[in-house]
């Protein structure tokens, strides 16, 4: 597998470096939008770690009816009292629009994105809770897949979202399979590459497969995120910043 952090048409991999870099930009736009994502590492370790965001949403628990609505993020660290008053503090201070209805049921949405080594491509895994702490089942995810999917996934679902083990945690998470990742990545990174445009994997990617389990990703990630530079070195920082330090510098064509 080649080192270098440009992302050929011809492939829809890339190696875990250009994972860094790209996560490493997309969290500088993040932290500008306050969007809640943030990089974790694993025991402290540099070498090991992943981008995570938590949301609260209004959604189908127990034969309630799904709701469709737009997700705010929360700290992780938060109290599952506190989130609550958090959707109350946000819509006074910035009038955002939040994903909790009120009489409605609410579920907490924990999603990470990790490198694979094995299909060398990021990984979603993500896991979803009641208030209370009672963890959604595959039945119940699924029936909280937004209805412009539902058609398309049952007709291979255990073949689209599984559960397994996080590979860094150790819990049981559910995980978006990535078998299908070259059908929408390889057009994707071809068109940009004609039309000598850059582009940043984890934002195109995760713009796929985020809104199947309810995670979106604002238009401006398309419009401000660039391409690694070839030159930039992949340095984790510690959570509190941007994890990716060398990430800063940005390349806006791919080339030949």
């Known amino acids: 597998m080649s080192d270098d952090t440009?992302?050929?048409?011809?492939?829809?991999?890339?190696d875990e470096r250009t994972f860094r870099l790209s996560c490493g930009l997309f969290l500088e736009h993040s932290h500008s939008l306050n969007d809640g994502w943030a990089w974790k590492e694993v025991n402290g370790s540099e070498?090991?770690?992943?981008?995570?965001?938590t949301v609260m949403v209004s959604c189908q628990v127990s034969g309630m009816p799904y709701q469709s609505s737009q997700s705010k993020p929360v700290e992780a660290s938060d109290a599952l009292m506190e989130d609550e008053q958090l959707c109350c503090d946000q819509e006074e201070a910035g009038?955002?629009?939040?994903?909790?209805?009120?009489?409605?049921?609410?579920v907490r949405y924990e999603y990470h994105v990790l490198y694979s080594c094995s299909y060398q491509i990021p990984v979603l895994y993500f896991r979803a809770s009641?208030?209370?702490?009672?963890s959604l089942s595959?039945?119940?995810?699924?029936?909280?897949?937004?209805?412009?999917?539902?058609?398309?996934?049952?007709?291979g679902p255990w073949d689209t979202i599984t559960q397994q083990e996080h590979p860094l945690l150790g819990q049981p998470f559910f995980m978006l399979h990535p078998c299908r990742t070259e059908e929408f990545m390889r057009p994707a990174l071809e068109t940009a590459r004609a039309e000598q445009k850059?582009?940043?994997?984890?934002?195109?990617w995760l713009s796929v497969v985020g809104p199947v389990v309810g995670l979106d990703v604002p238009l401006s990630?398309?419009?401000?995120?660039?391409?690694?530079?070839?030159?930039?070195?992949?340095?984790?920082a510690t959570p509190a910043s941007t994890p990716v330090s060398a990430a800063a510098s940005t390349s806006t064509s791919v080339p030949d």
């Open 221 to 236: 990630y398309a419009l401000a995120v660039g391409t690694p530079a070839p030159k930039a070195v992949a340095t984790v």
């Open 138 to 155: 595959l039945d119940e995810v699924w029936n909280n897949v937004h209805p412009n999917y539902q058609q398309r996934l049952r007709q």
């Open 95 to 106: 009038g955002e629009q939040t994903a909790v209805a009120e009489g409605q049921p609410v």
């Open 6 to 14: 440009d992302l050929p048409g011809s492939s829809c991999y890339l």
């Open 47 to 53: 070498a090991e770690g992943y981008m995570k965001k």
């Open 198 to 204: 850059g582009v940043n994997y984890i934002v195109t």
């Open 130 to 134: 009641t208030l209370e702490g009672r």
